[in-house]
Every structure is written in C-alpha cells, then in structure tokens.
C-alpha cells in the first residue's frame, strides 16, 4: 500500500505517527469542496454572476456581411506629361539678343520666341549669293562656247573632242549652279532661324536662355508644351503587363494626387513601348486623360486588373472607430450583440467598405450606431 504523508499528532508530551493511505485523501479532499459549493450555495452566490438580462437592449439596422468577388487592382504611378512637348532651338551659332517670352506664356504658332544676332547667318547667305552669281555667269560662257563648238563641228571645222570638251564644260557649269543655289537655300533657311518661332500653339514651358548667353545648333532654347492634351506616364512592371494584357485602347481608371476633389477619373492608353527596358524590366505606358486639364509634372496614380478576389463587404455605417481600432457589432445567434475587430480596405462604388480580415461573410452586422454596445446586449433590429 503506498503512503504519500505523514501526519503526526499529539497526545499530552507524547508523539504518535499515523499515515493516510491516497484513497483516504481523495475523499477528505471531495467532502471539503462539497461543503464549500453548499455554504456559497446557501449564500446566495448566484447573486455575484453577472446577468445579462439586466443589459439595456440595443436599438439599429441590422445588414449582413456579404462575401462578394471583386478585381484585382494593382496600382501604378506615373507623371502628368503634355501632349506635345519640344525643345525649340535654331541652328544658328551666334549671340542671343532677344528673348521676348517667358515661363507660362501662352504662344501661338510663328510667334516670335528668340533673337539671335542675324550678321553671321546673313554673311554666309550672301556669300553663297555671291557663289551662286559666279556660276550663272560661268554657265552663260560655258553655254556660248558649247554653240560655237557645235557650229564649226558641222562645217567641219573642229573635232569631235573639242566638241566634247565645250559640252563637259557647259554641263560642270550647270552643275556648280545647281550647287550654288542649294547653298542659297541653305544659307537662307539658317539666316530666318535668327528669329526663332513656335512651331505650335502652346505655352512656354522653361526658358533655358538668356540675352548674351551663344546660341549653338542643337542647344535647347526653349521648352514649349501644348496647352490641351495631357497624358499620365506610367512605368508598369512587365509581370502586370503579362497578367492584365495591357495595350493601347484599354481603358484605365485614374487619379491625381494633388487633385483629390476632382476623384477617379478615367483615361484610355494611347501609346505604349514595343518591349520592356533591359534595366528596369517595365513599359512606358502613356494614358490619355479626358475631361480634366492639369498642370505638367503631377504625380498620378493609375490601376490595371490583374484577376479577381473575395472580399467581404459591410456598410461604411456599421464600421465604428474606437481606441484607434475598426470594430463592428455583430447580432449572434441568441439575438445578442457581439464586438469584432476588423481590419478596413477600399471604398467601393456602393459605398460598401472592404473587410480584409475580421469577418468570413454571412455575420449580421448592426448599421448606424455611434458607440459599441456592450457584449450580450439584446439587439432589437430596426427597419
């Protein structure tokens, strides 16, 4: 028999040891608790336990959490950008003398934008006049000797090669006058660029130049933008390509970030690149906005789908904020009111809110009040 304690009693100065056996403890131990729950019983403990009887109940709509299906959005980012966009500059090398406009101006088309000093365009086209001159009268002679060549060949008097040799003559003088009116041209067109006009309608954009600065062929003068039509540059990872098929004439939704009133607008792709660039693996798409003008050099946000997801949705009423958390109150199956706390996502059109972690679907959720009830209220639904 096993023995697990031993007990020791007192009897006048003398000791005697006696041992309990487990099965003896085990009924001690059975009748204390007995006894315990007897007096709490006679007590009136059941007076302790909270009731929710006593609960005032809960007055509010009551929805149902609906599990919907919902596409998959991925959003990009990307600049406001004009339709059209140049940098004007001239071909002439010389000293700029004039810049009769400046950023945001509004130009029209062969308005005067710059003047650059004409004397160095206006003496190489006067020297190819002056060229040009020399080869007409060269070709007037070269064309009287060619005559009188062909004359004397047909009485017999000169020889086939000289005959030969006046007509070569004549043509090389054709020639170097067909050369030097090219040159004219040439010289002239670069002469008319020492007034630099715009080339459209549109607004000016920066000005990169200022009187007494040189005027080289091939240096930005001027950034001239078009004043309507504007695009959203997208860089889209060619993974989002691949999984939305993206092209030109898809229809994207959009916004501005700085224009938050103006909401989701809408805007279909009008350009993209043919391939993905080798260093950052993502297309250019470029996407047209309609119906809003904005300033150049926006930061805009756009969104392509990708698939689809489950989402739960409740309306935007049911959600209350408390202690920095979402929560919603739900209706339980006895009829009682019961706190969740959720985690919110977007809006949608309906003005539903997403619920992406809290709620399965299928919950009733009270809509409209103000605070959470306390857990066990009765809920009384209203219309």
């Known amino acids: 028999m096993t023995r697990n304690e ?48 006593t609960l005032p109940p809960v007055a509010a709509r009551v929805a149902t959490a609906e599990a919907t299906s919902r596409p998959q959005r991925v959003e990009l980012h990307g600049t406001v950008e004009a339709q059209r966009m140049v940098a004007v500059s001239s071909r002439v090398m010389a000293m700029v003398t004039a810049v009769r406009v400046k950023p945001g101006d509004t130009v029209q088309a062969g308005q005067v934008l ?17 060229a040009l001159a020399q080869a007409r009268a060269g070709l007037a002679l ?32 054709s020639g170097a006058v067909q050369q030097a009116s090219g040159a004219v041209e040439a010289a002239s067109s670069v002469a008319r660029e020492s007034r630099v ?16 600065d040189l005027a080289a062929p091939g240096r930005p003068l001027l950034m001239l933008e078009s004043v309507t039509g504007r695009r959203l540059a997208l860089t889209v990872p060619e993974n989002v390509v691949a999984a939305s098929g993206l092209k ?35 297309y250019v798409a470029k996407v047209e906005l309609r ?46 009111s019961r706190s969740r706390a959720v985690t919110t996502g977007e809006t949608l059109a309906d003005g539903r809110v997403e619920i992406l972690s809290g709620l399965a679907g299928g919950e009733d959720v009270l809509v409209g009040i103000s605070v959470l009830p306390s857990d066990g209220s009765p809920v009384e639904a209203q219309p």
């Open 6 to 53: 031993v007990g020791l009693e007192s009897k006048g100065t003398a000791m005697r040891i006696f041992r309990i056996t487990e099965a003896e403890m085990h009924k001690m131990l059975v009748v204390t608790i007995g006894a315990a729950a007897l007096a709490a019983a006679g007590c009136g403990g059941g007076t302790h336990e909270p009731s929710t009887a």
């Open 114 to 130: 710059v003047e650059i000093d004409p004397q160095t365009s206006q003496g190489q086209e006067a020297q190819a006049r002056g």
């Open 142 to 173: 070269a064309e009287r000797n060619y005559e009188r060549f062909k004359a004397l060949q047909e009485k017999g008097a000169a020889s086939e090669l000289e005959l030969d040799m006046a007509r070569m003559q004549f043509e090389q003088a």
């Open 197 to 212: 006009v715009a080339p459209f309608a549109g607004r000016v954009a920066a000005k990169l130049v200022e009187v007494g």
């Open 248 to 282: 030109p004439g898809v229809v994207l939704g959009v916004r501005i970030d700085s224009l938050s009133s103006a909401g989701e607008l809408t805007g279909a792709v009008v350009e993209m690149s043919p391939g993905a660039d080798p260093a950052s693996h993502s």
């Open 291 to 336: 119906g809003v003008e904005v300033p150049t050099g926006l930061a805009g946000r756009a969104w392509v789908v990708t698939g689809s997801r489950s989402v739960v949705a409740v309306p935007r009423e049911a959600v209350v904020r408390q202690g920095g958390l979402a929560m919603v109150a739900l209706r339980d199956a006895a009829g009682k």
